[in-house]
């Protein structure tokens, strides 16, 4: 005779319920292969992560001043004082 599983399934959800950390840790492990990850390894992630971004927005920076360099030297060629404001109304 085959035993009945009297547990409601609140119970088995209780017993199969697995913390948050560790749950990410599991899924980051299955989506790397064998790769353990540990703190120094994710923080080291993340200071790569910011790295590239800082390296982004310094390209960003000199792209914007080698146009308002262009734009100031039209305004020279023009005849015009590039630190002069103009309104336009």
Do not use: C
Not at 7 to 21: M, S
Not at 22 to 41: K, P, V
């Amino acid at each position: 005779m085959t035993e009945k599983n009297t547990k409601t399934i609140g119970e088995q959800l209780e017993q199969k319920r697995e913390p948050y950390w560790d749950y990410m840790a599991r899924r980051l492990r299955e989506t790397r292969g064998a790769f353990i990850a540990t703190n120094e390894d994710m923080w080291k992630q993340e200071v790569a992560q910011m790295q590239k971004s800082i390296h982004d927005l310094q390209m960003r920076v000199i792209k914007h001043n080698e146009r308002i360099h262009e734009l100031e030297h039209k305004i020279k060629i023009l005849g015009g004082d590039p630190k002069q404001l103009e309104m336009r109304f």
